[in-house]
Nanobody
């Protein structure tokens, strides 16, 4: 079973940048793709970005395209989310998760870590 630990959140002004990390332990060669999700206060958790360990194909929700970049370091078993041009509406707790099926129809396995808080001030 894959265990995930998110880090890298913080407080940043609008227009700023942050890089989130998701360290995965217990990963095997056949591990499922990975995704980032976020949950803002009073809202449901939503998909942000996904990536395959092998090949590195990526997929983003429309609201972050061109601003966020998901990447992975296979040697470190770590997935990153580089967030640029941050907006106040990006404020949320960010979580990573292994995904069922395709990155283009991202469904999390549902076992969540503690997440990392991102706060963007205007």
């Amino acid at each position: 079973q894959v265990q995930l630990v998110e880090s890298g959140g913080g407080l940043v002004q609008a227009g700023g940048s942050l890089r989130l990390s998701c360290a995965a332990s217990g990963r095997t060669f056949s591990s499922p793709p990975m995704g980032w999700f976020r949950q803002a206060p009073g809202k449901e958790r939503e998909f942000v970005a996904a990536i395959r360990w092998i090949g590195g194909s990526t997929y983003y929700t429309n609201s972050v395209k061109g601003r966020f970049t998901i990447s992975r370091d296979n040697a470190k078993n770590t997935v990153y989310l580089q967030m640029n041009s941050l907006k106040p509406e990006d404020t949320a707790v960010y979580y990573c998760s292994a995904l069922k099926g395709s990155i283009y129809a991202p469904v999390p396995f549902g076992s969540w870590g503690q997440g990392t808080q991102v706060t963007v001030s205007s």
